[in-house]
């Protein structure tokens, strides 16, 4: 599995890039910079080192910043780590919905590749095994649908946001 060593304001960069070439089909400084409330020197400061980790390139021609390889993997990992800790901390934990988003987001970039998988494991073994609902184990039970993945890399992979998700 992928390991990372970005920053929590690095992962919104590139949440952000990856948002607005989904929604808008490109992403550029300004766009950022608007999205993030932020200035567009901070956003291009940003961008360096994103650029030196081959996390995102800009195109010559148009100045568009597109994602790299390593750069998609990045945020499919966080996304899918925040998607399972957030429903982890709403349905597993019973936090309000308001708390797991916030807390989701602070502790996306810290989880380990190791911890990301065992949580899965976790999670999945919990909602999605019928023997799991015995009188010994409480009967967990949550909207997020873990089990037609087979592990946690193919949810990883396939992992596309969740609405219910916010930057």
Known sequence: MFESDI?????????????????????????????LNLTKGSVSTALVNLKKRNLVIE??????????????????????????????????VGVSQEIADKDACMMEHLMSSESLEKLFHFMKNLACTCENKNKQTQNFVTSLDLCHFEGPQQFIDQQKGDAHIHR
């Not at 021609?61 to 925040?82: A, C, N, P, Q, Y």
């Open 59 to 92: 195109e010559e021609d148009s100045k568009f910043l597109l994602l790299t390889e390593e750069g998609h993997k990045e945020v499919h990992r966080i996304l899918s780590t925040r998607t399972l800790l957030y429903y982890f901390l709403k349905d597993f």
């Open 7 to 35: 920053s929590h304001s690095m992962t919104h960069y590139l949440l952000t890039i990856h948002k607005l070439k989904e929604g808008k089909g490109y992403a550029r400084v300004t766009d950022i910079a608007k999205e």
